[in-house]
């Protein structure tokens, strides 16, 4: 009988650290991803504002072959090499700079959701302005902009990119 009491005496002390231990390592886990959605959605938010930079530098009124050498020295590095070739064949349906003024200054963020541990949708808003805004503040012109974000190998890349309607 003390044998057994023993035995269920010892028994209940390791599920009971067992337990502990368990409950210490979710904790653990569930730190270790919200970080991990931190950091990933602070590279995305990176990735996304330096594309918007780069959105003025992209004349769509350009020539065919010029504008294909624009979109791939002004957006390789954030795009993903699908996207990049199917801009480079249809140019037209790449964001840029369609005039002079108003012009493509930024991208606004408005909302990051995860759809996966790899992929995220970023909704936003392209911030147009004049010489006017450039001084003043505000924005000439907003377009909608839906970015589908991809990790690919260590990277963050745009995987694709819907337009709304010019506001």
Known sequence: M??????????SINASLLGFTDEKANTKL???SQQTYEINEKAIENLVYSFGGKLQMVSLQAPKDIL???????YGDFVSPALLEKWQRDPKK???????????????????????E????????II???????????????????????KIGNGWVIHSVTLGDYE
């Open 128 to 150: 147009y302005l004049t010489s006017v805004e450039k001084v003043k503040g505000g924005a000439a012109a907003k377009q909608p902009i839906n970015l589908i974000i991809v």
């Open 68 to 74: 294909s050498k624009s979109i791939e020295e002004n």
């Open 30 to 32: 569930k730190e270790e």
């Open 2 to 11: 003390k044998k057994i009491l023993l035995f269920v005496f010892i028994f």
């Open 94 to 116: 790449a964001p840029g700079r369609m005039l002079s003024s108003p012009w493509p200054d930024s991208i606004e963020i408005l909302a990051i959701k995860k759809l996966r």
């Open 118 to 125: 790899d992929i995220y949708e970023v909704k936003g808003q």
